[in-house]
């Protein structure tokens, strides 16, 4: 999955990085995932535990009188409250203290990212660095747009090279400490290389066109500003995952029909089309599980990941695609990048405040001379980078939002109710089961694993299972006569 590309007007390497938490609403609709683990068995303890909770819900169903109001009676003595805590009572206490470790050291990752950022940003504005390049490449040419270009390229070196200790720290270090990752370092910084060029590349166009637009329009900026980003982002969202992504893993065709046909009668049934699954090569870097249906217009494609095919069963397969297909079918795509849009106009309208005050106080000082200078470039990083700080419980929650509906759209597609819970257990590997309402509220870009049992368990004590409704109108009808 790609982690680095999310909010592209980021303006900095630092940004695309540093604050990845805060701008997960874009990467979730180009790499939504649902994790999981092989540290949980298939035959989890909270089988037994569910079934002591059910008051009586057992095979008694199936070998009933065949009466829809008794099948009903029975579905419906679930304890969707009880089942969930012992769901939840399941998991072992170590492993659930290691998970919770692990996410909520997130917390203060979110901090020091953002502090990263506000650091390199002072730094390059303080020290006049930021002055002395604009004037390096105002030198090198006198077309304005190759000044941004000649600007940028090192800016963004700069950055990444500035920020490497964290990420290498973040991403490959504290992944290993926690059993997450399974890449070397030579493989690993392998592929941070390939980021950077993608990042030099993408970063570089991006900045010449917003810069045009500061030079153009220095007055209503924010608002043109908005369309390149959000036409930038829609690049992202809906092009990288077909394109981008295979150069980081390799993408093949499903060669397992005994997954791949129940995952494309569901994709039929849901007017996505597409004709075959993919399966990627994730383990190579990662022990988590992910999947997704992405694209646009022809390039829609269903893929997911080996170690989702190691580590879950047939029935938790189909509950993780079927949450996927949520995404599509419910056009969260488009959706998001709607809300991406607002945010974005609301952002840019407080970074003209904020970046034309702080020019008229120290732009002197930092041989800042307007919006237009790419010598701003760091303060203008550094300012976005703070609202979108400050707004990462608005942010996460757009994002929980359309997580929720996928997950509803997904248990009434498959019809898994356990294998949702299974994995929700899976996916608390590395995110904190049962945190508190503020802490979810704040953190979580997708619903806790407990907000998602419980949606399984009311599901299941309120539903019959798949064909149970067919199976009891038969047996009516033949003991009926009809």
Known sequence: MITLLSLTLGVTTSCLVSVKKVLLPIAIVTALVISSMSVLSDET???????????????????????????????????????????????????????????????WLILWNYLLVAGISILLLSSRISARLRDFSQRLTRYETLQVACYAVPYLLLVFVVSFPLNVYEHFFREHQYGLATQSFPAWFREQLIGLGITLIAGTIFFIVLYAVFRRAPKTWWIWGTGVAVAFSFFLLFIAPVFIEPLFNTYK????????????????????????????????????????????????????????????????????MAHEMG?????????????????????????????DAAVRRWGERWGVRGIADPAGLPLLAWIFCTLLFLATPLLNTVVRVT???????????????DGMAEVALKLGV????????????????????RSRIRMAMDWKAANLPAGESLKSESQNRKQTGE
């Open 327 to 355: 995404h599509y079918v419910l056009n969260h795509g488009a959706k998001l990048l709607t809300y991406l849009g607002i945010f974005i106009l609301i952002g840019f309208a407080l970074t003209r405040i904020l970046f």
């Open 45 to 107: 303890p909270a089988r037994t535990s569910i079934q002591s909770a059910t008051s009586g819900a057992s095979a008694d169903r199936i070998s009933g009188n065949g009466s829809d109001s008794v099948s009903l009676q029975q579905s419906r003595s679930l304890d969707p409250a009880a089942a969930t805590r012992a769901w939840l009572d399941s998991v072992p206490q170590d492993k659930r203290e290691k998970s919770d470790a692990y996410f909520e050291g997130g917390y």
């Open 253 to 320: 065709p499903l060669t397992k029909p005994e997954i791949g046909e129940p995952i494309l009668a569901m994709a039929r049934a849901n007017e996505i089309p597409v004709k075959q699954v993919f399966e990627v090569d994730a383990s190579r870097q990662t022990t988590r599980a992910s999947a997704n249906v992405s694209g646009f217009l022809g390039t829609t494609r269903i893929a997911l990941n080996d170690n989702l095919l190691r580590q879950c069963t047939l029935p938790e397969i189909r509950l993780v």
């Open 430 to 449: 590395y995110r904190k089961l049962n945190p508190t309402p503020l802490e979810e509220f704040i953190f979580y870009d997708h619903p806790s694993g």
């Open 403 to 417: 997580e929720r509906e996928a997950d509803a759209f997904g248990i009434n597609t498959a019809r898994e109710p």
